[in-house]
């Protein structure tokens, strides 16, 4: 992949922590609040620094290396409760009622990233389009990664090693839909490399779903809304029914 341009670090830590606000927090303006900022930060920076709309779109959208560096960047400094955390948020719940709640609640925090940069799209500013779909995105994959870990916690199921291999472990999970499994000689996020083709390809797909979003007002965020609810939600049916599997069979 490509080295990580300068101000990389900051786009990355923003997202993961708007990712992990949007997420647990219960009220849906602050969802859309939470991610329209970070929208405007994003387009703003790209903006004051001189980029421009063109040159947003060539370092976001040009085979989505930028873009994967930002996700391979993010995953460390997502904010990730434990499995005593999630028992101690969920008391009495089982594995599958918690893995249920943590799918629900990022299907709605999905959502409203949807839904806010529709709303956003219709803004009297001409919007740098590209910048506005990598912000949406990163903050949906951050949403998304964080629910990958915290469903192996809640299936007492997480990753081996420190926390940053264990989030490398959930991006490989994200990209291939399924639990964490291991790799002889360890993943292998370099370009070229089958994981990072697959990532990219991934991300090709979740940019042109938040493409939706930037459509005209209210049908670009209902669009927004709608297909990334749906698609976090199968994504987090899918982690959990092959979590649930390993448990069985173990």
Known sequence: MTEPETGATDISLRAAE???????TSQPQERRRLVAAFTKAVTSGARVAGRGTRAVGRRAGSGTGWLADQVVAMA?????????????????K???EIGDALIEGAARAAAAAGGAAGVASALPV??????????????LVGIELKLVAELHEAYGSPAPGRFPERMSAYVAAWAHRRGVFMIEGGLIFAAGSPLARLLRRRLIARAGRSAL???PVLTGAAAGALF?????????????????RRAISS
Do not use: C, H, W, Y
């Open 18 to 24: 708007v990712a992990a606000d949007v997420s647990e």
């Open 76 to 92: 460390p400094r997502l904010r990730v409760r434990d499995q005593a955390a999630l028992q101690a948020q969920f008391p009495g």
């Open 94 to 96: 089982s594995p599958d």
């Open 126 to 139: 001409l919007p740098a389009f590209p910048a506005e779909i990598a912000a949406e995105t990163l903050v």
């Open 213 to 215: 979003s930037l459509g």
């Open 228 to 244: 990334n609810r749906r698609e976090t939600r199968k994504l987090g049916r899918d982690i959990q029914r092959d979590l649930r």
